[in-house]
């Protein structure tokens, strides 16, 4: 079975962009979510969709937007980008007992704002 | 204080030891523990799940859980060079909005 594919892998952005990050989950797996992940602060939760509904969300500025679609393929936006979002993005997916499920990682996308 | 906490190391074993990680965590409800495993400038990966109290034993890993105490731990026996990574603890339960995870504790395997 394929895993989680997240593209574009590596992106280079100007700060005031905005960026468009892609994720297809396991096959079977109806849940998503995101993660910022960076040295000084670790895993962050972004949010988490689950049949096209975001259900549940971090503390992160509306600036951070997702979506899923009806095939649970995800998008994560972020507009006006700014230094600090330099972070490699991961995306996971569950089966989606919420929970309990084990998350399973892509291999994320490395985004550096210039 | 941090929902889950993990010495950040790095935790230096012999090839061919046991390796004992620790994680602590604040919420009593919490109801899911996963250990995930992650190289330098890769993803995180699943090493195990537990859910009860007890032992839960996969191959060279054991995941222990203390729910009364409040922490989970993971051991490696047989460490070998290619455990040298860093070991993420995540919790989760009801009330919560998503997996938390802790800061990891990094590993490093001598041979």
């Known amino acids: 079975k394929a895993g989680v594919t997240q593209t574009p892998r590596y992106l280079i952005k100007t700060r005031g962009q905005q960026v468009t990050l892609s994720c297809s989950p396991i096959s079977g797996h109806r849940s998503v979510s995101w993660y910022q992940q960076t040295p000084g602060q670790g895993l962050q939760f972004l949010f988490e969709y689950f049949s096209e509904t975001q259900r549940n969300k971090g503390n992160f500025p509306g600036r951070f937007s997702g979506r899923q679609f009806s095939n649970s393929r995800s998008e994560m936006n972020v507009s006006t980008l700014e230094l600090g979002d330099s972070a490699l993005y991961l995306c996971a997916s569950s089966l989606g007992q919420e929970g309990n499920s084990p998350l399973h990682f892509g291999n994320g996308t490395r985004l550096t704002v210039t | 204080q941090k929902e889950v906490e993990q010495n950040s190391g790095p935790l230096s074993v012999p090839e061919g030891a046991i390796a004992s990680l620790n994680c602590t965590y604040s919420?009593?409800?919490?109801?899911?523990f996963f250990w995930y495993r992650q190289y330098s400038g890769k993803s995180p990966e699943l090493i195990m799940f537990?859910?009860?109290?007890g032992d839960k034993e996969d191959g060279r890993f054991t995941a222990q859980l203390n729910k009364a105490s409040q922490y989970v731990s993971l051991l490696i026996r047989d460490s070998q060079p290619s455990d040298s990574a860093t070991y993420l603890c995540a919790v989760n339960g009801p009330g919560r909005r998503a997996l938390t995870f802790g800061s990891g504790t990094r590993l490093q395997v001598q041979p």
């Open positions: 537990i859910y009860s109290n």
């Open positions: 919420d009593r409800g919490s109801q899911s």
